[in-house]
């Protein structure tokens, strides 16, 4: 099996952008039994993600990423179901952000550094971006790694938060004969901070811009 490194590879300047249209559900059943009918379930190759390493999404991945608290942490919970139609889509088009130990839960019920580490799990956090309607909205997806085990990762959970939108960057606009839109990761990760607290990336004056086709190179 083939698993993320722990290496995190270098930001790639942008991210296709996913369109989310309404799911045909809106309870965590009905989503459940989507996903099992849809092909949602079921173990992601290496190139089905990119090439960030086999994922499996499992029946006891779905609980976690549907649960009430969830779905809460998600802008609105249509939004949050919206994503689970697109979710393969979503992992094979984020990049790796992050890769950090599996932090323990406090008092409080927070994972913090200061609560100490499962040794044998590693964290992988995605970073994309979908949108709706043309607003583009940042997906964070989690990805656990079992260090003693030669199973592919799994899928831990997902939530999607707004996107800040800078004064004088455009937003994207989708049209029938251009690519795929992108975003600028630069404004993706605009004031996203990583587990530790600090900012993934280093804020600068330099103003981002959306586009609506891929880079050349």
Known sequence: MQN??????????????IDLA???????RDAIAYAKSHGIVGVMSNADTNGKGEVSISLSSLDKMLSGSAVRKS???????AALVRLRDIIRESFIAEVHPDFLKGADGRRSP??????????????GCVSTGGIPLRVKTTVKRLLDSK?????YTYEISNVEVLKGTAAPVARPN?????????ILLHDVRNVNGEFLLTPTATS???????PTS
């Open 4 to 17: 993320m490194t722990s290496e995190i590879p270098e930001y790639p300047k942008c991210v296709n952008i």
């Open 151 to 155: 199973e592919p990762q799994k899928a």
């Open 178 to 186: 251009d690519k795929t839109p992108t975003c600028d990761v630069s």
């Open 114 to 127: 200061a609560n100490g580490i499962n040794p044998t799990v590693e964290i992988a956090v995605l970073y």
């Open 75 to 81: 802008v609105t919970p249509a939004l949050h179901y």
């Open 22 to 28: 309404p799911a045909p559900f809106n309870c965590a």
């Open 208 to 214: 981002p811009t959306f586009s609506s086709s891929m």
